[in-house]
């Protein structure tokens, strides 16, 4: 009994923090999607599931929504495939290794807002790819690339892949390095060359590390924020305004806290929908 005492008295202060900071939180947002809360009101009168109807016809949200998924569905496989590219030649020693080991992860340890700013310079009419391009005889968007509604997020999904690559490569590593050596040398043995290692066995065995990368970059891409807050607020005409900055815009900037608490609702709820369906899949590949 003395030993349980001491045991919830050690870890008191971080069940406080998760009930002040996680649980209550999670459940008063609830209760506000559930009103017409205003900021400045202060107060608002219960409404039930108004929010939520009048989020599933509102165009705007369902823009922000098509953009989202747009984003998700386009950036993750290129990311996770570039990554584990990139972690088998680190992992097969290739020459000058070492020096793209000591750099591939700095993009993913800079500030997003630094490196935000710096894509923005960089997009921008007269940056430096915008040059590029002219150079190239190709033909940017007059005013840069995030001005067009063509180019805009696909600019913004290009930087996040080079962004994200370098944290992934670093799990795929992780994942190799578990891998028996002797199966390795087993297979070098037998003429087996680095492609026939990767595809025979390197691949085959990272499965679970597969799903991990998967279901992880699936949460971080359905949360872009910084890079929408920073180069774009959503323009050109909503063509880059995702599901959180629509929650920050109508929530923060409009005061709507109890339509903006609805809103994050309902990507919560697309968020848990995804991650079982891809814990699903996972499971059945196991078993298979």
């Known amino acids: 009994m003395r030993t349980r005492n001491k045991i919830l008295l050690f870890t008191l202060p971080w069940i406080i923090y998760l009930l002040v900071f996680w649980v209550y ?28 109807s009048d989020l599933l016809s509102d165009p705007v949200f369902l823009t922000a929504l098509k953009n989202t998924f747009y984003f998700v569905f386009g950036t993750i496989p290129v990311t996770t495939i570039l990554a584990l590219i990139f972690a088998l030649l680190i992992a097969e020693k290739i020459p000058g290794h070492r020096i793209f080991q000591a750099t591939y992860f700095i993009p993913s340890i800079t500030a997003m807002v630094v490196i935000a700013l710096i894509f923005y310079n960089l997009y921008s009419r007269g940056g430096y790819i915008f040059s590029l391009c002219r150079l190239a005889g190709l033909s940017p968007p007059e005013n840069g690339f995030l001005q067009s ?40 043995v037998d003429g087996a060359g680095f492609f026939r290692r990767s595809v025979g066995i390197t691949i085959p065995l990272l499965k679970s590390t597969f799903a991990f990368v998967i279901v992880l970059n699936t949460i971080r891409s359905f949360q872009i924020f910084v890079e929408i807050f920073v180069m774009t607020s959503g323009r050109p005409f909503n063509s880059t305004l995702t599901a959180v900055y629509f929650i920050f815009e109508r929530g923060i900037s409009r005061g709507s ?20 369906i891809q814990f699903k899949l996972i499971n059945v590949r196991k078993t298979a």
């Open 25 to 52: 939180p999670i459940i008063y947002s609830f209760y506000l999607s559930l009103t017409d809360f205003r900021l400045l009101r202060g107060s608002g009168a219960f409404i039930g599931f108004g929010n939520y």
């Open 257 to 276: 806290i109890g339509y903006a608490s609805a809103a994050a609702y309902i990507l919560f709820l697309i968020l848990v929908a995804f991650s079982l």
């Open 149 to 188: 509604q063509k180019t805009a997020l696909l600019s913004i999904m290009a930087m996040d892949v080079w962004v994200a690559i370098g944290y992934y490569v670093l799990i795929f590593l992780a994942g190799i390095k578990s891998i028996p050596t002797e199966l390795y040398e087993a297979a070098r």
